[in-house]
């Protein structure tokens, strides 16, 4: 079993609270399908982070170590201000008080304003259980007589204000399409950090999987240019609300015609 640890990245400063934490049940599950928003977010000046839920051990291909290192590398290449790599158990992930109160330790720990989770029906079973864990261990995180501690220190309650859902291989309608035309391209430097897990030429030999096929990534981008012609952008990226979208700025929200 690997410890749970996580790593800051050094070239940003130390204080955890951020503005954005992205959930995921395995590694590259976040940069597969939220990465383009999250560049967005931080080109718009704000902070994200991302938690790995598992370590990835029971994938078909890389080892857990191999996986935490592109895990780091993709940390680096997205400009997240940490990446948290807990050990909840791939293929194991249950719904538990133990799993739930890790991730309760997490939101506490960063207090996010937004928090990004696996969709709610998926393929794989543990982005449905994550999703769960995810969604509730949110609103358990408010909570005051739920006592977590970190590093000794009993943490104060904090509840995320927006929770969405992205979109993994299960093809849903999304609630909310990002315009992700000026940030899609580099998203993929996040993916592709993930080296163990996609194509490459030279590598016939190794066993098949659903996204090491060559045309994964031309399919991601297809869907990408899909869901941006909706919105009438390059590129898009969808999400499910987690909640109800209330509008506080109302043209801002429905901006006028330019
Ligand atoms: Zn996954």
Not at 19 to 33: R, T
Not at 166 to 178: G, L, M, N, S, W
Not at 238 to 252: C, I, P, R, Y
């Amino acid at each position: 079993m690997l410890m749970p640890h996580n790593t800051k990245n050094p070239a940003l400063e130390a204080s955890d609270k951020v503005y954005a934490l992205a959930f995921g049940a395995h590694p590259d599950d976040v940069e597969l399908s939220c990465g383009a928003t999250l560049l967005k977010i931080i080109d718009e000046g704000h902070r994200v982070a991302a938690c790995d839920l598992t370590a990835g051990e029971m994938g078909t291909l890389g080892t857990p170590e191999t996986r935490r290192s592109e895990a780091l590398k993709a940390m680096e290449v997205m400009g997240y201000i940490a990446r948290e790599s807990l050990d909840l158990g791939d293929s194991e992930l249950f719904y538990k008080k133990e799993n739930l109160y890790e991730i309760i330790r997490i939101v506490r720990k960063y207090r996010p304003d937004t928090v990004f989770c696996n969709p709610p029906e998926e393929r794989h079973p543990d982005h449905m259980k994550a999703s769960r864990l995810v969604l509730d261990a949110c609103f358990y995180a408010g909570l005051r007589r739920i006592e977590t501690s970190f590093d000794g220190s009993m943490q104060p309650p904090h509840r995320p204000v927006h929770i969405l859902h992205y979109i993994q291989f299960r093809q849903v309608e999304p609630d909310i399409i990002v315009d992700v035309s000026s940030t899609f391209g580099r998203s993929r430097e996040g993916i592709t950090a993930f080296g163990s897990q996609f194509h490459k030429e030279g590598r016939s030999d190794e066993p098949k999987t659903l996204i090491n096929r060559k045309e994964f990534l031309t399919g991601l981008e297809a869907r990408a240019h899909a869901l941006g012609e909706q919105i009438g952008a390059r590129y898009g990226e969808g999400f499910l609300l987690a909640g109800t979208l209330g509008v506080h700025d109302f043209s801002g929200m429905f901006p006028p015609a330019t």
